[in-house]
């Protein structure tokens, strides 16, 4: 039996764990072709061949990649597209999910987990989001995806402060991005995760998950949703993090640091 023609190519960084290797799997389960990249090659490897257990002949190509590297995200993302040219195909969706969880109340002699958060969370971001833009202008058209975070709709404090400001950072740039390109064939969404079991947040064993935690899987087929419907802007799951995300938004202070 001839193997169906995937509907789209997806490139995934930070693919190797958590909410990008499950994207990668519910993004396969619907057909479509995978671009990932990460820096645990390894991880890459198995999650390739799990995803080709499942569905036999699917494409999915790889590469190694360290977004701090910035030179060497333009050189992935360009081979990917050349690869796809080859084949008479585009890049259609580029989803930024790469990302760090580092980070310490400001002021309290960690710096360096501060700065490594914002250089991979901001910068690394704005690395991947000119990449896919310089690929998406030439062909004309796209889906750029941004994978920012609940904490991105207001400051949060302590340890949570640098990691809420870059993930606000980056939905700037992306909506930035929406407003000029309004009209055209390139879209652009920004997707804000609330609470997703993932290894970014994992906790001990005897440890009591944060309340509102979304299995891996739950969370990520509502991110998958609101990718697939190239929803604009949107908090995930929708129950109860749209809700919650204007309570968020919009508490008193002091109701708002009993929430967080």
């Not at 799997?25 to 645990?40: K, Y």
């Not at 008479?88 to 360096?112: M, S």
Request: charged fraction near 20%; charge should be positive; aromatic fraction near 4%.
């Amino acid at each position: 039996m001839t193997q169906p023609s995937p509907r789209k190519t997806i490139l995934i960084t930070g693919a190797s764990s958590g909410l990008g290797a499950e994207m990668a799997r519910q993004f396969a389960d619907a057909g479509h072709a995978l671009a990932l990249c990460a820096r645990r090659t390894d991880r890459l490897e198995e999650l390739r061949a799990d995803i080709q257990a499942a569905h036999p002949g699917h494409p999915v190509s790889i590469r190694a990649l360290d977004v701090n590297d910035h030179d060497r995200v333009f050189e992935v993302f360009g081979s990917f597209a050349e690869e796809l040219t080859a084949e008479g195909r585009t890049l259609d969706r580029v989803i930024v999910n790469a990302g760090l969880g580092k980070g310490a109340p400001l002021g309290t002699g960690r710096f360096d987990a501060n700065r490594e958060t914002a250089m991979t969370n901001f910068v690394g971001a704005l690395a991947q989001t000119e990449a896919a833009m310089e690929i998406f202008r030439a062909q004309e058209h796209g889906h750029l995806v941004m994978i920012s975070s609940i904490s991105a709709v207001r400051g949060m404090p302590k340890s949570m402060a640098t990691y809420a400001a870059t993930k606000a950072g980056v939905a700037h740039l992306a909506e930035g991005l929406r407003a000029e390109l309004h009209g055209s064939a390139i879209k652009v969404s920004v997707i804000y995760p609330g609470y997703i079991a993932s290894e970014m947040n994992q906790t001990g064993p005897s440890a009591t998950p944060p309340p509102l935690m979304a299995s891996t899987r739950r969370g990520v087929r509502s991110m998958v949703r609101a990718i697939e419907a190239e929803r604009p802007s949107t908090a995930v799951p929708r129950v109860p993090w749209g809700p919650m995300s204007v309570l968020i938004k919009h508490a008193p202070l002091p109701l708002f640091r009993k929430l967080v």
